[in-house]
């Protein structure tokens, strides 16, 4: 039987530092990322089918709330479109053994991170990095 999550998510913080993405750790990530995928793949079915189903019928009112509804379950399904995919591209650099090293600098994101936010690509100082460069741009453009 497989030990829960929270046992198996404290014997990896436990390993050492040498040990980082060794066998036990990929597979853990592996298992947590395709749990997630599948989980997406049915809510994204799910609201497909909500959306297919909605088709608006009665008063103006009616129509009106039918069509706020619509609005926020596509917004719904292109949230969950988009982090499928990210998901997907994260069990790619998996299997090519570039998963829990940041994209920018190489270094290892660290199991903390990775455990928090599984499809993480930027170690901690890089996602740092890149969002004050957002911030900054933001800043600029609104003025």
């Not at 499928?84 to 994209?103: H, I, M, P, Q, W």
């Amino acid at each position: 039987m497989p030990l829960p999550l929270i046992e198996e998510e404290s014997q990896l913080l436990a390993m050492p530092e040498n040990a980082y993405m060794n066998e036990a750790q990929l597979d853990f990530f592996r298992r947590r990322l395709l749990v997630e995928q599948a989980g997406l793949e049915a809510a994204l079915e799910e609201t497909r089918r909500t959306i297919v189903d909605s088709r608006g019928v009665g008063d103006e009112a009616d129509l009106a709330a039918n069509e706020e509804t619509l609005r926020l379950l596509l917004r719904q399904a292109d949230r969950e479109t988009r982090l499928l995919r990210k998901v997907a591209g994260t069990l790619k650099r998996l299997d090519e053994g570039d998963y829990g090293f940041c994209e920018e600098t190489g270094a290892p994101i660290g199991l903390r991170r990775l455990l928090l936010r599984p499809t993480a690509t930027l170690c901690l100082e890089a996602k740092q990095r890149q969002e004050q460069r957002e911030h900054h741009y933001a800043k600029r453009h609104s003025a």
